[in-house]
């Protein structure tokens, strides 16, 4: 089975800093353009950070300076570090990218979610 597997939220104090990771997993070739996304209750998903499979990044307003999308290929994992946290991050983060399996099959996945919470 193919799918994203994210892990690293949590709690964490204004100011602080979190890294959120986004592994592939199942018989994957490689990971293409992907990105992370938000959402709180009763709002959109908000895309945050986007990343093409060389690494370029692009990051929402909100987010710019303060965010960084990266990728390792030869882990096929992709991550978002999370600086100088504001209690407005709180969200669910979603992972999000196109997986190419070594059957030559693509895949548009989403990870399952993590909880970022971040107190005053």
């Known amino acids: 089975q193919v799918q994203l597997v994210e892990s690293g939220g949590g709690l964490v104090q204004a100011g602080g800093s979190l890294r959120l990771s986004c592994a592939a997993s199942?018989?994957?070739?490689?990971?293409?353009?992907g990105g992370w996304s938000r959402q709180v209750p009763g709002k959109q998903r908000e895309l945050v950070a986007a990343m093409t499979s060389g690494g370029n990044t692009h990051y929402a307003d909100a987010v710019k300076g303060r965010f960084t999308a990266s990728r390792d290929n030869a882990k096929k994992t992709m991550y978002l570090q999370m600086n100088s946290l504001e209690p407005e991050d709180t969200a669910v983060y979603y992972c999000?990218?196109?997986?190419?399996?070594?059957?030559?099959?693509?895949?548009?996945?989403w990870g399952q979610g993590t909880q970022v919470t971040v107190s005053s």
């Open positions: 999000n990218a196109v997986v190419i399996t070594q059957s030559l099959n693509a895949f548009d996945l």
């Open positions: 199942g018989n994957i070739f490689s990971i293409n353009d």
